[in-house]
């Protein structure tokens, strides 16, 4: 940096209306001339870039670790109509990384800031904001984009928005319609370790083909905790979870507070006894308050190239230079550094983007409750908090739905009866909705005997 009061000069000088002579020099150079790396149908033309600038539409997933870096890295490389959908608040602790924040900012929505960042910074660049959920928006919201980037770290909003992409694809006898495609990029992180995928939804993998990729919810059984403990971690969620309750170590109705140094003492303490108890080693203070807040350590530097890694993908295929990503990259620094692509495959049967029926094998003896467990538990589902409903003699009937407690009441009494009980006969359909996906998935029951 110069150190006069001299306006910084960028690029030989500024010209009207934020463009100017030489600005969009290092992107040219991708696509005005061929490569080793160009696409075998690659013509160099100045086209490519106007679409870039002009044209192309981007939505952007999230305005959190990965979506600030990946609302720059996409606005330097020219894209200028981009949208950002985020439904979270800036907190004071996000800002060692998300540096499109600042302190004044706390509490404000990440995704109005994030959007006024970006356009006071790269003239030309319209990012609109939206501080919402993504299932406040329908298809006709989601279909007005090209490319779609997702930088998320909940794997529900992920699968949900994989559903919305695959319900959008138009099939005619049988044949998927390639304009209906809307390709997902989609970047992950979780500390040190990271991935970056190219989804064509309806032609490679989606994200429920690879469910069983992503790791289980760290959630111990209850079982474990109470009795059989073996690791420290289940030494921690004893006493959070069983002690604190019960001893009221700071008074009747005082919570747990994860940002109180005295409650961690107080767990720290307890858990200690406990794993001395089980002889179980390892737990310490920082064990216990990363049990306890649950933290998923977020790392700006793996942020940093996943959301390059994304944006780049996006470059390849807006502008069909280059051949994209095929289709799944990992990436690990926690001890030097790893990455791997890999091309996963789609699942035959995927109950999302397949369009194969999917068949529920029970005996008409087996409860409501063992076909919820399944949903729930079989790796390649992993449904949170399934409604089922069956058309039975001619109505729609549901047999079970818990997002409505006085729904859930009333239906609960049909979890321990029997298919048979129930009317349900072999061959018929259960119609199942769940938070992981905008679109209802349709079952059939087929008997065992
Ligand atoms: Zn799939």
Redesign the pocket.
């Known amino acids: 940096m110069a150190d006069t009061d001299e306006p910084m000069v960028v690029d030989g000088g500024s010209g009207d209306g934020g463009e100017w002579e030489g600005r969009w020099n290092h992107i040219s150079t991708f696509l005005e001339r061929p490569g080793p790396f160009t696409h075998p149908d690659f013509e160099p033309s100045t086209e490519s870039l106007q679409f870039l600038l002009d044209t192309c539409k981007i939505l952007v997933i999230g305005a959190g670790g990965l979506g600030c870096e990946l609302l720059k890295d996409l606005a330097l490389s020219g894209f200028r109509h981009i949208h950002v959908v985020d439904m979270d608040t800036i907190d004071v602790s996000n800002l060692n990384r998300q540096f499109l924040f600042r302190l004044k900012d706390v509490g404000r929505p990440k995704a109005d800031i994030a959007a006024d960042f970006i356009n006071g910074r790269i003239p030309g660049c319209n990012v609109v904001p939206h501080f919402k959920k993504i299932q406040d928006f329908d298809e006709s919201f989601y279909r007005q984009f090209h490319i779609i980037v997702c930088g998320l770290d909940s794997i529900i909003a992920r699968r949900w928005m994989n559903g919305m992409l695959l319900s959008l694809l138009v099939y005619e006898d049988g044949v998927l319609d390639p304009s209906s495609i809307i390709p997902l990029i989609d970047g992950g992180t979780e500390g040190f370790k990271g991935n970056a995928r190219v989804i064509f939804p309806g032609m490679t993998?989606?994200i429920?083909?690879t469910l069983e990729l992503y790791p289980p919810q760290i959630n111990f059984p209850m079982c474990t905790i109470a009795s059989m403990p073996r690791l420290p971690e289940h030494c921690v969620e004893y006493v959070r979870m069983l002690l604190w309750p019960k001893e009221k170590p700071f008074g009747d109705g005082v919570g747990l507070d994860a940002d109180d140094p005295e409650h961690i003492q107080w767990v720290y303490q307890k858990s200690q006894e406990r794993a001395a108890e089980f002889s179980i080693t390892g737990v310490t203070y920082r064990l216990t308050q990363g049990v306890v807040k649950r933290i998923i350590p977020a790392v700006a530097s793996t942020n940093a190239v996943i959301a390059a890694a994304c944006a780049t993908e996006v470059f390849k295929i807006a502008s069909s230079a280059y051949i994209p990503l095929n289709n799944y990259m990992v990436f690990n620094d926690v001890d030097g550094l790893y990455t791997y692509t890999f091309e996963a495959e789609?699942?035959e049967n995927?109950s999302?983007?397949?369009q194969v029926p999917q068949d529920l094998h029970f005996s008409p003896s087996a409860k409501l409750q063992e076909v919820l467990d399944y949903l729930t538990e079989n790796a390649s589902l992993q449904m949170k908090s399934p409604a089922i409903t069956a058309t039975l003699e001619g109505k729609n009937k549901t047999l079970y739905l818990q997002t409505v407690a006085s729904i859930e009441q009333r239906t609960r009494p049909n979890l321990s009866k029997s298919l048979k009980e129930l009317g349900l006969l072999d061959g018929q359909e259960l119609a199942v909705a769940d938070v992981t996906t905008p679109q209802t998935v349709l079952f059939k029951l087929s008997f065992t005997s």
């Open positions: 993998a989606c429920d083909c789609r699942k995927c999302s983007c397949s």
